[in-house]
């Protein structure tokens, strides 16, 4: 079998400080001296079973350079460093696949590797897979992790109306979050609740708990019984929603990204406060995380002559949530979970009739547990 010539070398080249490697596909690898002897792949720098990096740092010679380098198509590369005369062994598969000339940092949760979404995406229905399916069919899991992944939420049906399956419905991707609500928390009407969730009432677009640090990450709802009228779910793609404000108005975005606020939830047994932004992006300026909640910004403290523009860029974000195009209406049938992205899905709820029941279990999970289940199954893909 010949080896693809994106995995074959044409030329090495270095300097003291530099490695250069000309790929037989045309492409460059400039790779510096000291991030080779960093990622050394020998034993007495990573541990052989593990993969985890023994060396520190300040292991590093503050004068290494590169003393030499040999290479052949079976072996990869040998590469001595001076002054310790330190030899390190690097195959090509792993050059090529590491060198940061040629790959972009792994980033699973920026907007940048996601697929936005709004009202008209879905024509061919919602994602939906069996629960049965989900739990026993690893094809199937795979399949709905992914769609969470790309589209930050997934629906299951079929789970049993049990009290408490939502949280079995949990095992099979993660773990659970506990909070001050429970592990387990009811979302239906009550008398003098301690959170408008727990009314008849609407609840206009919102992620839960921005209060929290660090905020649940994955919110599930499942319906035990709904004969209640109204009530309709409603999803907004919040990483959409944070895409059309930049390009609508750059500054407004800005101003949400810069000006970071306080989030305050409190009752008789809990006091809990952050100070983030409404939209947080990361190093490369790729949204990672939207948080919206009118209900529960605390009093808001910026600087005065950052109020008006503050509130110009918040109303346009709050403009752009509301509109019909974006969102997606669906009523929870008994049976039914949907799971979000509460970092980037914002959801919201029509109000509901006193006569008839709607009772909803919900919990929280984190993306970590997630991504982890999904990542080691499609090991078994490759
Ligand atoms: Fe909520």
Same mark, same amino acid.
């Given at each position: ?54 060396? #520190? ?45 040629? #790959? ?26 069996d629960y049965a399916e989900f739990a026993n069919n690893r094809d199937c899991k795979i ?11 997934a629906m299951l049906s079929g789970v049993p109306v049990d009290s408490g399956q939502v ?105 809990? #406060? ?18 919206? #909640? ?7 403290r910026l600087p005065e002559e950052k109020i008006r523009s503050f509130y110009a860029a ?69």
């Amino acid at each position: 079998m010949t080896t693809p010539a994106s995995t074959r070398i044409s030329s090495v080249t270095h300097s003291e400080d530099l490695l250069v490697i000309e790929w037989a596909d045309g492409k460059t690898s400039r790779l510096d001296a000291l991030w080779l002897r960093d990622h050394c792949q020998m034993p007495a720098s990573r541990d052989p079973v593990n993969g985890q990096r023994l060396i #520190n740092v300040i292991d590093i010679p503050e004068d290494l350079s590169i003393g030499g380098v040999s290479h052949n198509d079976n072996d990869g590369l040998e590469v001595t460093f001076l002054p310790e005369n330190h030899r390190s062994r690097f195959s090509t598969n792993w050059l090529r696949q590491n060198c940061y000339c040629l #790959n972009a940092p792994f980033d699973d949760r920026s907007a940048r590797t996601k697929t936005l979404w709004q009202s008209d995406s879905f024509s061919g229905g919602l994602p939906c897979s069996d629960y049965a399916e989900f739990a026993n069919n690893r094809d199937c899991k795979i399949a709905a992790l992914r769609g969470f992944s790309d589209y930050g939420f997934a629906m299951l049906s079929g789970v049993p109306v049990d009290s408490g399956q939502v949280l079995d419905v949990i095992k099979h991707f993660g773990f659970s979050r506990n909070t001050n609500y429970g592990e387990l928390f009811e979302v239906r009407t009550e008398i003098n609740p301690n959170n408008l969730a727990y009314s008849n009432l609407g609840l206009g677009y919102h992620t839960d708990n921005p209060y929290r640090d660090p905020v649940p990450t994955i919110q599930l709802l499942h319906c035990l019984s709904n004969s209640a009228s109204g009530g309709d779910s409603i999803l907004v793609d919040g990483f959409r929603a944070a895409a059309l404000l930049k390009q609508e108005d750059p500054e407004h975005f800005t101003i949400l990204e810069e000006n970071w606020i306080n989030f305050r939830f409190s009752d008789a047994g809990a006091e809990l #406060n952050s100070r983030v932004p409404i939209i947080e992006t990361n190093d490369l300026g790729h949204v990672v995380r939207v948080r919206y #909640n009118n209900r529960s910004i605390a009093s808001l403290r910026l600087p005065e002559e950052k109020i008006r523009s503050f509130y110009a860029a918040y109303r346009h974000f709050a403009q752009i949530i509301e509109r019909d195009t974006l969102k997606i209406v669906f009523n929870l049938e008994p049976g039914q979970v949907v799971v979000f992205d509460n970092t980037r899905v914002m959801h919201a709820r029509t109000a509901f009739s006193a006569e008839g029941k709607r009772h909803l279990q919900g919990a929280n999970a984190d993306l970590d547990g997630l991504y982890s289940t999904l990542y080691v199954l499609q090991r078994g893909e490759q």
